[in-house]
């Protein structure tokens, strides 16, 4: 049970933002939110985590809402190279385990 | 500092050969998570170890898989008697931590039972 819920695929435009968004509705006060994504034909990749403060990186800017049942992964210039499954992930307890739902399936046009 | 790394990177079996499944995890890392991913399927997790132990095993199968974490060298992944379901692409990931860290990838064993 990945206890999260993502759209099945989303499109964009090269060069423009893209915010996927992610329902965690059930979590919990000390579960953090982890993004992931894979690449055709590759493992997969950390993206992004957060607990409940927005967080940046280089990657990826993460946006949690303020009573943490959801949250949303910004890129902020969608490249022809993003194109992946783009994995919204709950970390409960203590093991590190990730939980991988179906995903979000982005295609980014030129 | 090398990633985490996977060997073979593709393996072919007869059904009823064991394949042994090889993950050296980022040096410093002693965390192991095993996932399987079916053809057209998502990551499923298998089996998280550390040192000498296995932690969470809830995810593999309860008959041929078995998972060990040796105080010295890789980690291992072994199938015993493989069958054509057992096709898939078998990835490893490690990590320093716990849930407050990131965990690397590598890049997978494409497993082919023919």
């Known amino acids: 049970d990945a206890k999260t819920t993502q759209p099945n695929s989303m499109e964009s435009n090269e060069e423009e933002p893209v915010h996927l968004p992610c329902n965690h509705s059930?979590?919990?006060?000390?579960?953090?939110i982890h993004w992931y994504r894979q690449l055709p034909s590759q493992g997969p990749e950390y993206v992004i985590h957060?607990?409940?403060s927005n967080v940046n990186n280089r990657m990826a800017s993460l946006a949690i809402a303020e009573d943490r049942k959801s949250s949303t992964l910004i890129l902020h210039r969608a490249t022809l190279r993003d194109a992946a499954v783009y994995y919204c992930?709950?970390?409960?307890?203590?093991?590190?385990?990730?939980?991988f739902g179906q995903g979000t399936t982005l295609q980014v046009k030129p | 500092n090398a990633g985490v790394m996977q060997n073979p990177r593709h393996l072919v079996r007869r059904r009823g050969q064991e394949a042994r499944l090889r993950c050296s995890p980022m040096k410093g890392h002693s965390h192991v998570y095993w996932y399987r991913q079916l053809p057209e399927e998502g990551l499923k997790f298998m089996v998280y170890l550390q040192k000498e132990n296995i932690i969470d095993e809830s995810g593999m199968p309860k008959e041929r898989f078995s998972a060990e974490f040796p105080k010295e060298g890789p980690s291992i992944l072994r199938i015993q008697q493989v069958v054509r379901g057992d096709s898939a692409a078998y990835f490893c990931a490690s990590s320093p931590g716990a849930r407050d860290t990131e965990a690397f990838f590598g890049q997978g064993t494409r497993l082919t039972v023919v």
């Open positions: 957060g607990l409940t």
């Open positions: 059930t979590i919990s006060g000390t579960d953090y």
């Open positions: 992930i709950r970390i409960s307890g203590n093991t590190g385990k990730l939980i």
